[in-house]
């Protein structure tokens, strides 16, 4: 399977502390797009990260890409209640028209 | 901006009934996804479409087909529907294909098979 994996599968926080989500994939990619998922509702684009880049900054946000450990994370710093949602990673391997999707972190942030 | 819309937003359907799904990229899209997600899961990849040509397949039933036409809408249908098939369809769309730019999602159908 080419599923990514996400860890934690769960994160419970404090209001203005700061929450790392990783990701890990199989195979080469082409890009790698975050995205936040409130509960039963759409998918927001976050970030994207090509394959040649190691890190981007969008706000509050930080996502680093290693791939030489077919990995990435995504930092949100001074994190608020509104943050709450499950986050997803997904993968465009190299070659393909499909996304894969990460197993998702659901994030909960205590006011 | 415009986004992607999809229709309907929900959809109640019986056992073996058949259902139409459909997709309105985002002007200058050329790439469609079709994604299925239930509960508590990540979504699934279904299909996706280049230029109204079919590019790629994932885990897509064989009762479910899909097409892009000339305007680049899309539409999945879906027959002889199962209570499993009972979940949130997700359309996205991009540039490019696989180029790889930024795939933008519809605010999905929720499918509820009785």
């Known amino acids: 399977s080419q599923q990514g994996e996400e860890d934690p599968q769960a994160l419970s926080i404090q209001e203005g502390e700061n929450a790392t989500m990783n990701c890990s994939y199989k195979t080469s990619i082409n890009n790698l797009q975050w995205y936040r998922q409130n509960s039963g509702r759409g998918l927001v684009h976050l970030i994207l990260?090509?394959?040649?880049?190691r890190e981007k900054h969008s706000g509050r946000l930080r996502v680093t890409l290693d791939t030489s450990k077919k990995s990435s994370s995504l930092l949100i710093t001074a994190s608020r209640a509104a943050d709450t949602a499950s986050y997803f990673c997904?993968?465009?391997?190299?070659?393909?028209?499909?996304?894969?999707f990460g197993t998702g972190t659901r994030l909960k942030v205590l006011a | 901006a415009a986004g992607v819309i999809q229709s309907p937003r929900h959809l109640i359907k019986e056992k073996r009934e058949t259902a139409t799904l459909k997709c309105y990229p985002i002007p200058r899209h050329d790439t469609v996804y079709w994604y299925q997600q239930g509960p508590g899961q990540d979504p699934q990849f279904l299909i996706s479409?280049?230029?109204?040509?079919?590019?790629d397949k994932g885990s897509i039933p064989d009762r479910f087909s899909a097409q892009q036409f000339s305007d680049y809408h899309s539409e999945l249908n879906m027959s002889s529907l199962e209570l499993g098939d009972s979940a949130l369809y997700f359309c996205a769309s991009s540039l490019g294909g696989h180029r790889g730019e930024t795939q933008y999602f519809g605010p999905g159908t929720r499918l509820l098979v009785l």
């Open positions: 997904a993968m465009l391997y190299s070659g393909t028209y499909k996304y894969i």
């Open positions: 479409f280049y230029e109204k040509m079919q590019s």
């Open positions: 990260i090509r394959s040649n880049e």
